[in-house]
């Protein structure tokens, strides 16, 4: 179907929900006139205002048990702008949206393989304000990552979920993939500032803990990403989204569903609170940027500029049975950088062959972290129970005046964390025996206030200086 323009469409009304999908929708003489009025104030109609409120609508009303085509017709070649949805539901129907704009109109196609049943259309229903988030967040000027309500679909009536959009930008095409089924859930954007890529496990769901404690391990990475970028001067509209994403991809937390629902955890053991308090609440994942390299030197061609930071975290629960477990988590991350910094602090950096340009200092950064702790059972007694942490940053820095090296140095930075959690962990076994006159309820609750503050001490550090204060810092 063809739609208007996004300008005429404030002036024109038109019967999208009844509409044939692979119908053409001709604009009245008011709408184009609209249209021109609305180009003729701006040059160019900004991406968001034309696809506004139309992905919703084009899922609200599949629950109106309209039919839906079984193929699409081939769209055009040239399109500006175009998001897709694919859906397979859980009796395995596959759903395929697609929203496009092609110079002053939209079109859009929505198909299905077979019939839907009245479930399936309320769960696509309810991907509406998702799809539309998802579409309103690549189109703005700046564009963003919005896939969190599409990441939480129904599981009971879909299978599987994916989204796809190419967004037009002046320095070339923003493009994202978001897939998400039972198992896994995965993310890539890719344009002219870099590539991001964020997945996560879903599969394992014994190490996950409640919403809470995945809030703060999320805000502790969101916030090592941010010194990341600052360090390794990083592309901040790319680490934004990286940040976006990685953000809506883990928040996975379904501990508290469990207890209040009774649901299971087939072939996997439920974790005592001690061993939740050892690990961060998340997913394992895997998540990396990179930023596309230049080359603004052109005298020294070697002196690239570049940014790329990858992080992620591997869990492990292993043993005979759950009194002989042992449960062990390792995060890690590595961020490595290159970029030119005038001599004077604030100075501008203009390289070209001029001798008065070769002026400048040229930074390399090689910094890595992890954190690994390890728990181990006997007999449902915990035996053993360590962490162990490092940070080191390292920073070479070239300095050239007029073309000439003048200096090169390298500035390291390390620290080291190892610590025995037994007696952290063990008291709050058998409760409190410091405290007999209280009752079970302050005992608990004393109880989860030392285990939340653990939680935060098992979280990921990059900054040398950081770690060393949390080492003085822990008892």
Known sequence: MRLPSAAASRAAVYDTPTA??????????????AARQ???????????????????????QLSTGAPVPATQAALPDNLDNKFTLDIVTRSGVKVDLTLASQDDGMLYQISADAELSDSERTALARLADGFQAAIDGMAAADPQIRIGALAQFDSKALQAVDFHADVKQPAGTQSLDFHADGKQRKVS??????????????????????????TKAIGNYLKQFDQAAERGHGDKKLMAMFKDAFSDMNRTAVREEERSTGLTLPAQWPLADEDHAALTGLADFSASIT????????LRSAEKESFSYAVSQ???????????RTVTQT???????????AVKKGGDVKLDVTPQSQTYEYHQIDDAADSNVELG????????ARLSQTASRSERIQTYLMGKLQSDKTIPGQHALVRDLLASLSPYHGGDQHHADDTHEVREGRRQQALSALQERMLLLADPDELGGRDRGMV
Do not use: C
Not at 314 to 324: E, F, H, N, Y
């Open 314 to 324: 591997a869990t492990s629960i292993d043993g005979p049975r759950v009194d002989d």
């Open 189 to 214: 954007i890719g344009g002219p500032a870099g590539n991001a890529d964020v997945s996560v496990d879903t599969s394992k769901l014994a190490s996950l803990g409640t919403k809470e404690q995945q």
């Open 38 to 60: 609305a180009d003729t104030e701006q040059a160019v109609l900004p991406a968001a205002a034309r696809f506004k409120e139309v992905g919703a609508a084009m899922l609200r």
């Open 20 to 33: 044939a999908p692979s119908s053409i929708v001709k604009l009245s003489p008011e709408s184009l006139a």
């Open 291 to 298: 930023q596309a390299p230049k080359w603004n030197n052109p």
């Open 331 to 341: 995060q890690q991350a590595h961020l490595t950088a290159q970029f030119h910094t």
């Open 377 to 384: 059972y006997k007999d449902g007694h915990l035996f053993k």
